[in-house]
């Protein structure tokens, strides 16, 4: 039982020690981690090939998953010792008020908390009298009457404060003991799904103990990339270490603070987040309802011979499709940070942005954007979501194969920004442009915190490279806000919502376009999301980006169709890959060697 006198005594020195003891484990195993991912493992996938080489991956994947396990455990360690010593600190000094006025006045705490007092002795023998809280008594010295005396409420008072103290470390300790329980590794060396699970569950757990000590509320939402940064460079280290390890979530969301935290944060939501999907798919395999019922006839009520698939499954069908969905885009972003595949020969990935949410949300850099010289955001378009996910990566992996070979001296990265609720169907959902105007906020926000995150000299080039209605999206940024881009380019647009180059906020001469032979969303869609233009005549005319007016700069393409812009070629010869014109001008584009673009006729 916690008694005045343990609380009185407790030394939160020791404790933070040892949270700074799992701090430094937690900091150890991310380092070691960087180091499996970014030298051991790109090592051996750009030097070995094989059997045996497939067998180390393997096992070098397995130490990375183990290692940011550490981290994220040990981490939620450090911060439950943190959060228990704070509230206990506060406990002490609430009681340690009570006892310096209690020997200021003279007055006497006994072991049990009850306060003993001296009171005016006008009557000898008067009885002994004791004045207490709910819970622990006052003890009077015998004397005489006390109406006068004040001893006896100040008393009342001290020792009601000491049994709240009391009360309330009562409280903290049995809710970070229960905790810490807890946090115990399961036996063997392989974490796996099911491990991953129950890490998520001591998140929830340790953030619900220590919600006090470290609130959720203090962390910046809805403010501006630049907001974020000044609030995040104000903290400490450790604070930035406890955030992320409690709010990953929050902290990956971040726009405008450091790549390399958001990476970290999103890789816990990631890994935390499979196996909740998991566990969710599979409690509804287990209820699925009747498929099919008897159409009734709507006069008389009576089965017509013909069944009909029920509402209720059609439902729990949805439901089912956007679980896979949700894994089968996890499976590709965790392919994509272990390099796998097409993506072997990819710079180090930064996971900015994640979500299961829906059709799913994913932000992926191939390089450090906040260390790049050129920077790339593409922005996908109608049917984008995390099912599709691998398609949109691959687009984002050969503009960074092309323009670094532009550049050979400079830091590219190329992030494929899957942030918004895009359209999934062309005929129902694309023609619409509340897809685009809903998501435009968050694009100009990922914008703005890549430019305030950026370290170079020079701030970073930045390029939007959108397809389809993610061109759409791009031009409802520029017309909501302020899109802070250097360059954007524009590939099978059906329209931008503004009605010229001039209003995409970007220097002059900095709008591209590309149309290639056969696509025929540009002239299809300008009815729904072309800007306008009044003609001389004062007719108003839909304006996409290849139309002469819009005046951006077309470029050639020698590719067909919608989808084929960014298509990569064998050379004849050689039987080398190399890069289409189409997907070539886009890469020069954003190196920023723009002598090089192959303009249209």
């Known amino acids: ?140 010295l015998p004397g005489g009457d006390e109406s006068s005396n004040s001893n006896p409420g100040k008393a009342a008072d001290i020792a009601a404060r000491i049994g709240s103290a009391v009360r309330d470390a009562a409280e903290v300790d049995g809710r970070y003991r229960a905790v ?89 939501v ?10 969710r798919l599979a409690d509804l395999l287990k209820d699925e309802p009747e498929h099919y019922q008897m159409r009734l006839n709507p006069e008389t009520g009576y089965p017509m011979g013909v069944q009909e698939t029920t509402q209720k499954w059609k439902d729990w069908d949805k439901k089912r499709k956007e679980l896979e969905d949700s894994l089968k885009g996890m499976e590709v972003i965790q392919d994509r940070l272990d390099g796998k595949g097409e993506w072997d020969d990819l710079p180090d990935t930064y996971l900015l942005g994640f979500s299961p949410d829906g059709h799913g949300r994913a932000i992926i850099a191939n390089g450090n954007p906040d260390t790049a010289d ?60 509340h897809y685009a105007n809903d998501g435009a906020p968050a694009f100009n926000n990922l914008v703005d915190g890549l430019k305030e995150a950026n370290g170079t000299t020079s701030g970073g080039h930045l390029t939007a490279v959108a397809h389809s209605y993610g061109t759409t999206l791009v031009g409802s940024a ?43 969303v540009p002239s299809i869609g300008r009815f729904g999301h072309g800007g306008t233009q009044r003609t001389d005549s004062g007719v108003m005319m839909f304006v996409t980006p290849s139309d002469e007016e819009f005046e951006a700069n077309q470029m050639s393409t020698d590719t067909t169709g919608h989808s084929d812009y960014w298509k990569m070629s064998k050379d004849p010869k050689t039987g080398r890959p190399h890069a289409s014109m189409s997907l070539q001008n886009q890469a020069a584009v954003i190196a920023g060697v723009y002598e090089e673009v192959q303009r249209a006729e």
């Open 180 to 268: 810490l329980a807890k946090l115990k590794a399961a036996r063997g060396v392989g974490v796996d799904d099911k491990i991953w699970a129950d890490a998520g569950q001591d998140l929830k757990d340790v953030r619900k103990a220590a919600g006090g000590f470290l609130k959720e509320s203090t962390i910046p939402e809805g403010k501006s990339p630049a907001e974020n940064k000044k609030w995040w460079d104000g903290l400490t280290q450790e604070q930035r270490d406890e955030y992320t390890a409690l709010y990953p979530t929050n902290i990956g969301a971040l726009d405008g603070i450091p790549s390399v935290v958001r990476d970290e944060a999103n890789r816990l």
């Open 478 to 520: 520029a017309r909501q806000g302020d899109l802070n881009a250097d360059d954007v380019v524009f590939a099978g647009s059906p329209g931008v919502q503004v009605g010229s180059a001039a209003e995409m906020d970007v220097p002059k001469g900095h709008v591209w376009n590309e149309e290639a032979k056969g696509d025929l």
């Open 270 to 279: 990631l890994a935390e987040a499979r196996p909740a999907v998991q566990q």
């Open 374 to 433: 050129h920077t790339a955001v593409y922005v996908p378009g109608t049917g984008a979501n995390l099912a599709g996910l691998s398609g949109d990566i691959d687009r984002s992996a050969v503009l960074w194969r092309a323009a670094s070979v532009l550049a050979p001296d400079r830091n590219v990265s190329t992030v494929t920004w899957l942030g918004y609720n895009a359209p999934q169907e062309i005929l129902t959902d694309s023609p619409f442009g």
């Open 1 to 140: 039982m916690l008694t005045w006198e343990h609380l009185r005594d407790f030394k939160a020195k020791e404790y933070e020690e040892a949270a700074d003891g799992w701090g430094e484990i937690s900091n150890r195993a991310r380092a070691a981690k960087d180091t499996v991912d970014s030298a051991m493992l790109a090592k051996l996938r750009s030097t070995e090939a094989g059997m045996a080489a497939g067998k180390a991956l393997e096992s070098l994947q397995g130490l990375s998953r183990n290692l940011q396990y550490i981290y994220a455990e040990c981490g939620l360690i450090r911060t439950a010792l943190n959060g228990f010593a704070t509230e206990i600190i506060a406990s002490q000094r609430k009681l340690k008020a009570a006892l310096d006025e209690a020997r200021q006045l003279g007055f006497t705490v006994k072991p049990d908390g009850s306060v003993e007092y001296p009171v005016p002795t006008v009557v000898p023998f008067a009885p002994r009298r004791t004045s207490s809280d709910a819970t622990t008594p006052v003890l009077t």
